[in-house]
């Protein structure tokens, strides 16, 4: 994994957890310098201490690589995306006298805005969703059933 990968997958997991450095810093043990270092990409972690910041953050240590490969399908998707329909159509001209005449915002811009919003919103909280499943799978199960209780 590459170092940049790996800062940027660090630093999208404690956001997701909801955490600022300085709490990650406290809850691993780390110091606050080297953990934004680490989410800069300045410096990469040994892997004993990818292990504080991620078990701290309660995460498995495979959530760096979900993430990572989370990011990438991002990254992947936003390729598809067309700017051009971004970019204001030319100013028509009016009249005889060849000015410009003004035209409203464009409304496709303000819709992709919102849309962008909302579904980043939607991101974080299926990324939630999906370490929340990730922890439930990892926990232990009992295997004793319920005892029915006495007089039923």
């Known amino acids: 994994m590459l170092a940049g990968e790996m800062s940027v997958a660090l630093a999208v997991l404690r956001v997701v957890r909801g955490w600022n450095q300085d709490d990650l810093a406290k809850a691993s043990g780390v110091r606050n310098s080297s953990v934004s270092d680490y989410e800069r990409g300045r410096k990469v972690p040994e892997l004993r201490t990818l292990e504080r910041l991620v078990s701290a953050m309660g995460y498995p240590l495979s959530a760096i690589d979900q993430a990572r ?5 991002l990254r992947a ?3 598809l995306f ?16 060849q000015t410009p005449a ?3 915002p ?26 929340a499943l990730a922890g439930a ?12 209780r006495a007089g039923a």
């Open 137 to 148: 799978a990892h926990a232990p199960v009992s295997e004793t059933s319920p005892k029915p």
């Open 69 to 73: 490969m989370f990011i990438q399908a």
């Open 106 to 131: 464009a409304p496709l811009q303000w819709e992709v805005e919102q849309v962008s919003a909302e579904m980043g919103r939607a991101v974080s909280r299926m990324i939630r969703v999906v370490f």
């Open 82 to 97: 067309d700017s051009t329909l971004l970019v204001p159509p030319a100013m028509e001209l009016s009249g005889d006298d």
């Open 102 to 104: 003004p035209r409203a």
């Open 77 to 79: 998707g936003s390729r």
